[in-house]
């Protein structure tokens, strides 16, 4: 593996942790809470190995501009500006909801995750996106 297998794999994490996110709310719903905590942990260790992974890539690549096509880059930062933003705000509130949670305490787990769960499903499927527009749609370079 080398660098440039690195936004690939970070996709695939971000992805990984988008599908444990709806599955484990799936499981939620359905009273299944052994199955929700076993999703859920799975997406905070799929998103901590982005994290990690999206990190290293970029102290090691530098940054990644999107020029062309000219049309579509307003678009793009958009997306880009509303992902960087709520990823930072997601890492605390996903660490205070995983928190309650192992606290038992229920209501406060409940009431904060029904804000940070659909948070964190755009920053995950956001990033997803935001990789295929780079690598796969409109290739920088």
Known sequence: ??????????ACFNATAATLLLVGRRHIRHGREKAH???MIGALLASALFLAGYLYYHA???????????WFRPVY?????????????IVPL???VVWFALRGRRESHRRLARWTWPLWLYVSASGVAIYLLL?????QG
């Open 77 to 89: 930062l958009v997306i880009l500006l509303t992902h960087t933003v709520l990823a930072a705000a």
């Open 37 to 39: 905590r076993a999703c």
């Open 94 to 96: 996903v660490l205070v």
């Open 60 to 70: 090691h690549a530098g940054r990644t501009v999107f020029a062309e096509p000219a």
């Open 1 to 10: 593996m080398n660098l440039s297998d690195l936004p690939a794999l970070n």
């Open 135 to 139: 690598y796969h749609i409109f290739p």
